[in-house]
C-alpha cells in the first residue's frame, strides 16, 4: 500500500511508493519533461553513481531498503528514490528547479500551498517626464475651467496640451479617453438647432448666436471657431472630441435647448418686434401684419 503525499512540484502531484520513496519521473514531469532530463539521463552521470553508492554504503535512507526502485505494476510505474537523490536530480536539471524543489518540500512539512502566489503588479511610479506632464493637466484644467469649460471637458482639453508639451498621453495610459457625463444636460450643435426652428441655415444661427451676443469668433491660435461670451455661457459648453483620422482634440460650442426660444424670439424680432414679444411669451408666432 502507497503512502499518501501531499508533495506538488509546479502544480505536478509528486507519488511515493510504499518505502516513502518519491518518482522521478512525476518530478520529470514538473520540469518540463525534456528527453535531455529524463532520470535515466541523470543516472549515467559519475556525481549519480557515486551519490547512488554513497547512500547504499549507509545502507539506511530515510526508512527505504534501498535509495532506488523501480516499479512496473501496470499502475505506479515509474523509478522512485529517497529525498537525497531527489535534490541531486533537481540541481542537476538546473538551479532554478534545485529552489523550487526544495520549496516544495518546505512547503511539504509545514503544511501549507507549494503552488507560488502571483505577484500584484505594481503601478509604473510618476517620475520624470509623467511627473511633469501630470503637473502640466492640472495647470490647463484650472485655466480651462477657469475660461468655462467644464470638468470632463477642461481635463480632456489639459491632457492633450500637455502630451504635445510631453509626448506622454496619461489619458491613454490609463485607459478610456472620452469621459461621459450622463448627468448633464443635453446640448446641440448649430445643426440640431437649425433642424429644430426649421427653415434656417446653420450659418445664420451662427449669424444670429453673434448678433444676440452669446458668441464670438475665436481668436487667432484657438482650437475653436466659436466662444461663448458672458451672455451665452449659461446655455453653452465647450466640448472636446477626438478627431477623425487625425490624432489629438478638436473643440465645438455647443448649447442647451434653453438657447432655442430666445433664437426664435431673435429670429421673429427681426421681422416684426410684436411677433418677437409674441414669441418670448411662448406663444405661437403671429404672422407677419397680423399685429397691425
Not at 489629438?248 to 410684436?274: C, D, M, N, R, V
Request: aromatic fraction near 6%.
Amino acid at each position: 500500500m502507497s503512502h499518501s503525499t501531499s508533495l506538488t512540484i509546479v502544480s505536478t502531484s509528486v507519488r511515493q511508493d510504499a518505502e516513502g520513496r518519491y518518482c522521478l519521473n512525476d518530478c520529470h514531469r514538473a520540469a518540463g519533461g525534456l528527453s535531455k532530463d529524463a532520470p535515466s539521463q541523470w543516472f549515467r552521470t559519475d556525481a549519480a553513481k557515486k551519490l547512488v553508492a554513497e547512500l547504499e554504503k549507509e545502507g539506511i535512507c530515510e526508512n527505504a531498503h534501498a535509495p532506488i526502485s523501480t516499479v512496473n505494476d501496470g499502475k505506479n510505474n515509474g523509478t522512485y528514490a529517497v529525498k537525497e537523490l531527489i535534490y541531486a536530480y533537481a540541481m542537476w536539471i538546473s538551479p532554478a528547479f534545485h529552489l523550487t524543489v526544495i520549496r516544495a518540500f518546505d512547503a511539504l512539512v509545514r503544511g501549507e500551498d507549494p503552488t507560488p502566489k502571483p505577484k500584484t503588479p505594481r503601478a509604473p511610479a510618476l517620475i520624470g517626464p509623467r511627473r511633469q506632464t501630470l503637473g502640466l493637466i492640472e495647470l490647463y484644467t484650472r485655466v480651462n475651467e477657469m475660461r468655462g469649460l467644464d470638468r470632463n471637458a477642461a481635463l480632456i482639453s489639459a491632457n492633450d496640451r500637455a502630451r504635445v508639451k510631453t509626448g506622454i498621453n496619461l489619458f491613454e495610459e490609463a485607459g478610456p479617453v472620452r469621459m461621459e457625463t450622463p448627468d448633464q444636460e443635453p446640448v446641440m450643435n448649430v445643426t440640431a438647432i437649425a433642424a429644430a426652428i426649421g427653415g434656417v441655415s446653420n450659418r445664420r444661427i451662427n449669424l444670429v448666436l453673434i448678433e444676440m451676443a452669446c458668441q464670438v469668433k475665436g481668436g487667432k491660435g484657438s482650437r475653436c471657431p466659436y466662444e461663448a461670451t458672458d451672455l451665452g455661457k449659461p446655455h453653452a459648453r465647450v466640448v472636446d472630441s477626438p478627431r477623425k483620422n487625425a490624432s489629438g482634440f478638436s473643440q465645438e460650442l455647443l448649447w442647451k435647448p434653453s438657447i432655442i426660444p430666445l433664437i426664435k424670439a431673435h429670429l421673429a424680432g427681426a421681422a416684426s418686434p410684436y411677433a418677437a414679444v409674441a414669441l418670448a411669451a411662448d406663444t405661437d408666432l403671429v404672422p407677419l401684419g397680423g399685429l397691425l
